[in-house]
C-alpha cells in the first residue's frame, strides 16, 4: 500500500524558512520521480518542484533560489527547503509519486504523479 505523509507546515512570518518532509512508503522510492505541489484556495493545484529518477530537478519560476527539493533514499523522505518565504507562498503542499521515471519538462504538472499526499499547510504572514 503506498503511503505518502507530508509535515513540517505551520505558519511563519515573511522572510523565514520552512522543512516539509514526506514519509514514503509501499513502493521503491528510490525508482520513482517526486514532486511538490501546491494549492492555495480558489487556485489550481500547481507544481512547485520536482526530482526525476535521474536526480534532475526542476523548480517554478515562482520559487527559484528560494526552494530547494532533496531526497534520502535510505530513509524513503522527500524534501522541500523553503527559504525567504513570502504570503504568497502560503497554501496546501502536497508532495506525490510517480513510480517511473519522468521527463524535466513534464515534472511540475500534476498529470504524470501516481500517488497524492493528504497535505501540509504552510501559512506565511507578512
Known amino acids: 500500500q503506498v503511503q505518502l505523509v507530508e509535515s513540517g507546515g505551520g505558519s511563519v512570518q515573511a522572510g523565514g524558512s520552512l522543512r516539509l518532509s514526506c514519509a514514503t512508503s509501499g513502493f521503491t522510492f528510490s525508482l520513482s520521480s517526486m514532486g511538490w505541489f501546491r494549492q492555495a484556495p480558489g487556485a489550481e493545484r500547481e507544481g512547485v518542484a520536482a526530482i526525476t529518477l535521474d536526480v534532475t530537478t526542476a523548480y517554478a519560476d515562482s520559487v527559484k533560489g528560494r526552494f530547494t527539493i532533496s531526497k534520502d533514499n535510505a530513509k524513503n523522505t522527500l524534501y522541500l527547503q523553503m527559504n525567504s518565504l513570502k504570503p504568497e507562498d502560503s497554501a496546501m503542499y502536497y508532495c506525490?509519486?510517480?513510480?517511473?521515471?519522468?521527463?524535466?519538462?513534464?515534472?511540475?504538472?500534476?498529470?504524470?504523479?501516481?500517488?497524492w499526499g493528504q497535505g501540509t499547510q504552510v501559512t506565511v504572514s507578512s
Open positions: 506525490a509519486a510517480r513510480l517511473a521515471g519522468l521527463g524535466w519538462s513534464s515534472a511540475l504538472q500534476t498529470n504524470p504523479y501516481n500517488y
